[in-house]
């Protein structure tokens, strides 16, 4: 099994910037595709930012392309989202996922995901 652990969220701003990190352990590898998704209050969870299993293909929802940034560290079996310029609207829990196929490619369905953190709480006040 592999666990997944979130941190890094908070209360911030508008305009301000956090840093999430998603811990991986378990019988897991460096080798899968993982993504952030993201539920609002009172909405279904939705597609945030991918990357694919070497950090060499990322990809984007419309909603945060360039203002969020995801980037993994293999070795320490790590992926982070820095999210930048935030708004009201993206106050919501940010989950991470894994693919539990190996090298894995850019997956933006949750169908396709394997294992799910618990999430960790941004909060962006105006």
């Known amino acids: 099994q592999v666990q997944l652990i979130e941190s890094g969220g908070g209360l911030v701003q508008v305009g301000g910037s956090l840093r999430l990190s998603c811990a991986a352990s378990?019988?897991?590898?460096?080798?899968?595709?993982m993504g952030w998704f993201r539920r609002a209050p009172g909405k279904e969870r939705e597609f945030v930012a991918a990357i694919n299993w070497s950090g060499g293909l990322t990809y984007y929802a419309d909603s945060v392309k360039g203002r969020f940034a995801i980037s993994r560290d293999n070795a320490k079996k790590q992926v982070y989202l820095q999210m930048n310029s935030l708004k009201p609207e993206d106050t919501a829990i940010y989950h991470c996922?894994?693919?539990?196929?190996?090298?894995?490619?850019?997956?933006?369905?949750?169908?396709?995901?394997?294992?799910w953190g618990q999430g960790t709480q941004v909060t962006v006040s105006s």
């Open positions: 996922a894994a693919d539990g196929q190996l090298f894995g490619s850019i997956l933006v369905e949750e169908r396709d995901y394997d294992y």
């Open positions: 378990g019988r897991t590898s460096s080798a899968y595709a």
